[in-house]
């Protein structure tokens, strides 16, 4: 009897380990694999840590926007900001600036900004100005310009601006309908396009004002106009409001 139990009980347990043996060696076969594939893998151009998608929909929600024009259309002091999203200077000025604007005087009526793409590099034009301008087509383009500035790492990272991160960025867009923007865009790049004509014109205006390779803002209201050069911070852009109402 107990020759026989002997030999029953590891005939018995054999298959049971082999299968467990078994998927032992074919997870660590696929994950070393994996750890070949990390190793050797080419550097990938995939954005998908887009970061600031709630945050604007805070600061630009429920605010009127048509085209480049954010805030209501009989706001009586007008703010035309020039700035390359695609800067440093830019980002850090639409980041200290816009946002506080936005939540107060553009929000309440008294003020309504129009956005103004003018390169401050030697390029006449930037790939993310198309970008803004295709968001703009839909009436989205200063949500648009907020995520270029908060995810502006993203290309320092990856070493470039291209159409797959602005892409990524449109997508973060609430309501932004993809196909639309990268038809958009897609048109606004062909060589001399309605939007490059667009975008020359705005870099002519800022030439005549005589406005420095910096954010400037120009604040027209019923009592003058004030042009704000260098980077204009949250103080001098109300005390121009002020100045101009």
Do not use: C, H
Request: hydrophobic share 40%.
């Amino acid at each position: 009897m107990n020759g026989e139990q002997g030999t029953e009980s590891p005939t018995g347990a054999r298959p049971g380990r082999f299968w467990i043996l078994l998927a032992l060696i074919v997870a660590g076969g696929a994950l070393l694999v994996g750890i070949i594939g990390l190793a050797t893998k080419e550097p990938s151009n995939e954005y998908v840590r887009v970061e600031g998608t709630t945050d604007a929909q805070r600061i630009f929600g429920g605010v009127r926007q048509l085209g480049d024009r954010l805030g209501f259309g009989d706001a009586p002091v007008q703010i035309q900001y020039f700035t390359d999203v695609q800067s440093i200077p830019g980002r850090e000025n639409f980041l200290a600036v816009v946002p506080d604007l936005v939540e107060t005087e553009v929000r309440n009526g008294d003020v309504q900004m129009l956005f103004r793409n003018r390169s401050l590099t030697r390029n006449p034009t930037q790939i993310s100005f198309y970008g803004v301008e295709a968001a703009a087509a839909q009436d989205a383009g200063w949500n648009f310009a907020y995520l270029m500035v908060r995810n502006f790492d993203l290309a320092e990272e990856a070493g470039r601006i291209d159409e797959e991160l602005l892409s990524d960025l449109a997508e973060g867009v609430e309501r932004m309908e993809l196909p639309i923007w990268k038809r958009d865009f897609e048109r606004g790049i062909e060589p001399d396009s309605a939007t490059t004509r667009r975008l020359e014109e705005y870099d002519k205006i800022a030439i005549d004002l005589g406005l420095r390779a910096e954010p400037a803002m120009v604040v027209a209201g019923p009592s003058g106009t004030e042009v704000l050069q260098d980077s204009p911070g949250l103080e001098r852009v109300r005390t121009a409001i002020e100045a101009v109402r």
